[in-house]
């Protein structure tokens, strides 16, 4: 090594010049980077816009999932020296090397991060209740937040920033990025009781989102679901018919009227829908998936099911027992000299000879709603409007 040059034999310093002349115009405090340091940065930069320019041309196409623009991190490092100076790498000589430079960063103690005017507006929270600004950006774009977001696990997730976004918006309008919900559990994995936490905390958000005969009809038809003794056996039909309440509400907001008569025929269609589903599965589960049988089933089951066959399911269709009215391919009632009054399908039933709808809930044994657009109160066995099929005495 050459007298009068420090450092390591065979290996030269950037801030020395080739013929070991201290490199000038490096100010204090600033950044000094070698020219082979540069020439990787601007390579590199090179690159950055040409992938840049692929994702415009790719959305040019129309293409949709293009992920957002590679931001520009390195231009602090190759910001142009002050007129006058040259860079690069130069040459041998009487003469140094420029090297680009960039100012020098503020001292810390010139910057605080944590300003007392910021910090004095917030307080330690033992549970953190409050609702992230994420959910609301969903709300804001027409787009139902999901129930499970509302779970205390996801909204402490969501809180952190731990989540993945997406565009929202299609064609030329202006796209907005929000949280991606297909990364959090269907609502369909909640069970009675998670249904229920979620439910309070989706309230606690609209409250502060809505106004007060919004909120006041959400309060309402939740207070319907949790009054209804026979919620257990409901809750499938329940959690989907609020799914399509919010799901609606969120595209084009109205009011909640747990007394119109759409409200009441919708909730009936969806239990409707449910005893059908759950009479047409292979094996007999709740509410939550849980398998039950035996003595558990025969509850479950009541009061459709007759106290004469506790092993079996009264038929809707034929009256007879063991099958329902789905799965019944008898070709005659179990009344000898009647005729079929319905026809049954996974929609419902529905009388013969108008194809109108036949209200299940009554013929299971009781059913308080009403209006022109309910389906009809009638035995589905022999047609009388007094009493339903499990009470019919002429079967």
């Given at each position: 090594m050459a007298p009068g040059k420090a450092g390591?034999?065979?290996?030269?310093?950037?801030f020395i010049g080739p013929n070991g002349v201290?490199?000038?115009?490096?100010?204090?405090?600033?950044?000094?980077?070698?020219?082979?340091?540069i020439d990787v940065f601007r390579r590199?930069?090179?690159?950055?816009?040409?992938r840049n320019d692929r994702k415009a041309e790719r959305r040019a196409g129309g293409e949709k999932d293009v992920?957002?623009?590679?931001?520009d991190e390195l231009a602090p490092f190759l910001m142009v020296v002050p007129s006058g100076e040259k860079s690069g790498r130069g040459k041998t000589g009487d003469t140094a090397v420029q090297q680009e430079t960039v100012p020098s960063l503020p001292h810390p103690s010139d910057t605080l991060l944590f300003e007392d005017s910021v910090a004095e507006k917030n307080s330690f929270k033992a549970h953190d209740d409050s609702i992230p600004a994420a959910v609301f950006s969903l709300a804001k774009n027409g787009i139902s937040p999901p129930l499970t977001l509302f779970l205390p696990g996801s909204?402490?997730?969501?809180?952190?920033?731990n989540v993945k976004t997406v565009k929202h918006g299609t064609g030329e309008t202006t796209k907005v990025t929000v949280i991606d919900v297909s990364e959090f559990p269907d609502e369909e994995t909640l069970d009675q009781a998670s249904f229920q936490t979620c439910y309070n905390t989706f309230l606690?958000?609209?409250?502060?989102?809505?106004?007060?005969?919004?909120?006041?009809g959400f309060t309402e038809h939740y207070n319907r679901m949790l009054n209804d003794p026979g919620l257990p056996i409901w809750f499938v039909a329940y959690q989907q018919f609020d799914k399509k309440i919010r799901a609606q509400f969120f595209t084009k907001p109205y009011i909640i009227d747990v007394r119109d008569s759409e409200y009441r025929d919708a909730l009936q269609a969806a239990k409707s829908s449910f005893l059908m589903a759950s009479g047409d599965q292979g094996k007999d589960s709740d509410s939550f998936g849980v398998v039950r049988s035996g003595t558990e089933r025969q509850e479950r089951r009541k009061p459709y099911e007759r106290d004469e066959g506790p092993h079996s399911v009264l038929c809707f269709r034929c009256g007879r027992m063991g099958h329902n009215a789905v799965r019944c391919s008898e070709a005659n009632p179990s009344k000898h000299g009647r005729n079929f009054v319905i026809t049954a399908s996974r929609e419902g039933l529905f009388r013969i000879h108008d194809n109108r709808p036949v209200c299940?809930?009554?013929?299971?044994?009781?059913?308080?709603?009403?209006?022109?657009?309910?389906?009809?109160?009638?035995?589905?066995?022999?047609?009388?409007?007094?009493?339903?099929?499990?009470?019919?005495?002429?079967?």
């Open positions: 390591i034999s065979g290996q030269s310093s950037p201290p490199i000038r115009g490096v100010a204090k405090g600033s950044i000094v980077l070698s020219p082979d340091t590199m930069e090179a690159a950055r816009e040409k992920s957002d623009d590679e931001l909204l402490e997730r969501i809180r952190a920033g606690t958000f609209l409250q502060g989102a809505s106004g007060p005969r919004v909120y006041g299940m809930r009554f013929n299971c044994g009781s059913c308080d709603a009403s209006g022109n657009n309910h389906a009809i109160h009638m035995c589905s066995l022999c047609g009388d409007p007094l009493h339903g099929a499990v009470d019919c005495i002429r079967n």
